[in-house]
């Protein structure tokens, strides 16, 4: 099967409005997560806070990564202004990504290309900040009369918090029309959909373009996720789920660490068929050489990952690549914060890796910006490609304790704690990323980079 190309990228993440940025965030080794702001939120957020886990209606945590100080100008995009100011974040980071890494590539105006280009963007199916705007009146008419007749005062209503402007009906579609939006602004082709794969969603998003580059059905490609839910819905959400560290630390893959921080933004890339864009002169940015998915099914909980799943990722795409786990020099883990998460993956690592007397270098850059849940994979993948472009590997920041133990694969040896520069001097460098999603949606990608393919 032939590999996929990846010829241009584009992000918006917590204090990074290209990956530029974010390239100069992670290696002067910067923190981009703070405390949730009345501004994300809509309200006070001492209001719903309570440092005390697991009471109703409350949240625990704070901290989060969030996009601040985006300039977002409608008239760049082939769309109505009147159209693109009544929508949600979601669509408008959907469509600047978008036309970013078309504009990466090089291909941006050319629409002989696009035309034969699709658009694949995994999303979170949950609400948004807009669409809780849109249906929060059918909730509170709702709510109203039950409450009412439960306290038996007829003249009951629940407190309203009246939106910025009058929301658009649009703002209810948030879990396909990003992508058919993408589509109509740039002119792309009719293939365009959106996916919702939980954390995984970046990868598999990646692996769907590529069996459309791979089948004949599209020349180009665009891939990616975002991550743009109701700051406040979502801290309830993993409040509830007791997903944040109740400790108030949130290392990966330091002992100390007990739970994870969410936070926000959108990666996507641009891929086509390795020997076309060898053929037409694109830069090559890396190739995908692999991508294996897989899921475990049901399982305790949903935070509660299973080992011979995420192996079976592992498996999936050294087969489909044909190469040793011995030839991957760095590892970026899925690495949450979690203590049952880093220490399954943990687990997994050494029981795949260790097999093959693999010893990558390993990292992870959720240690800089957060969990981007759905985004996450692209948060690691934007690391991957520009620390194979650079030849460096940036640092994983705040280990002090590391979770593995000497002599296994995530060893306090192998963690990256330092810039780094790549670990050989061969004409082949290859980096391997794993992806673990909420229920057991699983994926691990490979990516190399040739002498060959250097500008």
């Not at 440092?51 to 977002?72: C, V």
Request: proline share 6%.
């Amino acid at each position: 099967m032939e590999k996929i190309a990846i010829i241009g990228i584009s992000c918006l993440f917590p204090d990074a409005n290209n990956p530029e940025q974010f390239w100069q965030n992670i290696t002067e080794q910067k923190s981009s997560t703070s405390e949730v702001t009345l501004a994300e939120i809509g309200v006070d957020p001492t209001i719903f806070y309570d440092s005390a886990k697991g009471k109703p209606e409350k949240i625990y945590f704070l901290q989060g990564g969030f996009i601040r100080n985006f300039k977002f100008d409608p008239s760049e995009y082939n769309l109505p202004p009147t159209l693109v100011n009544s929508l949600d974040n979601t669509f408008k980071w959907s469509l600047y990504a978008a036309k970013q890494a078309v504009q990466h590539s090089g291909y941006l105006g050319n629409q002989q290309a696009l035309a034969k280009c699709g658009v694949i963007l995994g999303t979170l199916s949950l609400p948004t900040k807009l669409s809780n705007q849109l249906l929060s009146p059918i909730y509170r008419r709702t709510l109203d009369g039950a409450i009412a007749q439960l306290i038996q005062d007829q003249d009951f209503h629940l407190a309203a918090i009246p939106p910025t402007s009058k929301p658009s009906p649009y703002n209810a579609m948030i879990s396909g029309l990003p992508a058919a939006l993408i589509a109509q602004s740039l002119s792309l082709s009719g293939t365009h959909f959106c996916i919702d794969a939980a954390c995984s969603s970046a990868f598999y998003s990646i692996k769907l373009a590529s069996h459309y580059l791979q089948t004949g059905k599209a020349d180009l490609m665009l891939a990616g996720a975002i991550s743009c839910s109701d700051p406040l819905f979502l801290r309830m959400l993993f409040s509830g789920i007791q997903g944040y560290p109740e400790n108030g630390i949130s290392r990966p893959l330091d002992k100390a660490s007990r739970g994870l921080v969410t936070s926000e933004g959108i990666g996507m890339v641009v891929l086509k068929r390795y020997s076309d864009a060898v053929r037409d002169g694109d830069n090559i940015l890396a190739t995908v050489c692999g991508n294996g998915l897989s899921n475990d099914g049901r399982g305790k909980h949903l935070l509660s990952p299973n080992a011979k799943g995420q192996i079976l990722a592992y498996e999936r795409a050294y087969q489909e690549a044909q190469i040793s786990p011995k030839e991957i020099d760095y590892l970026e883990c899925h690495a949450t914060g979690t203590l049952l998460g880093d220490t399954t993956e943990c687990n997994s690592v050494e029981s795949f890796f260790g097999e093959h007397q693999a010893s990558p270098l390993v990292g992870s850059a959720k240690s800089n910006v957060g969990h981007l849940l759905v985004g996450a994979g692209m948060v690691g993948l934007t690391k991957a490609i520009y620390s194979l472009n650079h030849g460096v590997i940036p640092p994983t920041i705040n280990v002090d304790e590391p979770i593995g133990a000497d002599n296994t694969v995530i060893s306090p040896k192998n963690i990256v704690k330092t810039t780094t520069p790549w670990p050989n001097n061969n004409s082949t460098k290859r980096v391997a990323l794993s992806a673990f999603g909420f229920g057991g949606t699983n994926s691990h990608i490979i990516l190399e980079k040739t002498a060959k393919d250097t500008k």
